[in-house]
């Protein structure tokens, strides 16, 4: 067996067989939209802690309040005890300490990351969709000829 994948020609496919691979296709865009608004908020959330972190340490005094958020929408009170050093989300709930430029450099890396896969999918969802609109046009054509099949053989 090769490595080939052998194409369908389209328009050699029933409108019902078109409908479902449509569906498909149409099911196929909206999941990778929905990961592609996924990874976009993910991006922005590591280039607000990278944003924080860079300008963070600078800022903050030893005295100064801050508010440590506990979830979502809970957020407490507390005194930083090193400006110097940040607990970092490394991801599925573990936490690591590093200094800010350690910091720096993990938001950085996954802005980056995130970044091209970003860009990966962007082609990705390009591709289904002009697939898609093939597929629609074919279908759209298939229907409007059977449409005009039986009302010439009629007149």
């Known amino acids: 067996m090769?490595?080939?994948?052998?194409?369908?020609?389209?328009?050699s496919l029933s409108a019902q067989q078109l409908t479902a691979v449509k569906q498909?296709?149409?099911e196929e865009v909206e999941h990778l939209t929905a990961s592609y608004t996924q990874l976009a908020a993910?991006?922005?959330?590591?280039?607000?802690?990278?944003?924080i972190?860079?300008?963070g340490s600078s800022s903050f005094d030893d005295n100064k309040d801050i508010l440590v958020p506990l979830t979502n929408s809970l957020y407490v009170k507390g005194k930083l005890s090193n400006p110097d050093r940040v607990i970092v989300d490394v991801?599925?709930?573990?936490?690591?300490?590093?200094?800010?430029?350690s910091a720096t450099d993990?938001?950085?890396?996954?802005?980056?990351?995130l970044g091209t896969n970003i860009q990966n999918l962007e082609a990705i969802v390009q591709g289904k969709t002009n697939n898609l609109r093939v597929v629609e046009?074919?279908?759209?054509?298939?229907?409007?000829?059977?449409g005009a099949g039986p009302a010439?053989?009629?007149?």
């Open 152 to 155: 010439s053989a009629q007149a």
């Open 106 to 113: 993990f938001y950085d890396a996954k802005v980056k990351e």
């Open 2 to 11: 090769s490595g080939k994948q052998e194409g369908v020609n389209i328009e």
């Open 137 to 146: 046009e074919v279908l759209r054509q298939k229907v409007l000829a059977q």
């Open 24 to 26: 498909q296709l149409d």
């Open 42 to 51: 993910a991006q922005a959330k590591f280039k607000e802690c990278l944003r």
């Open 91 to 101: 991801g599925t709930g573990f936490y690591v300490e590093k200094d800010t430029n």
């Open 53 to 55: 972190v860079q300008t």
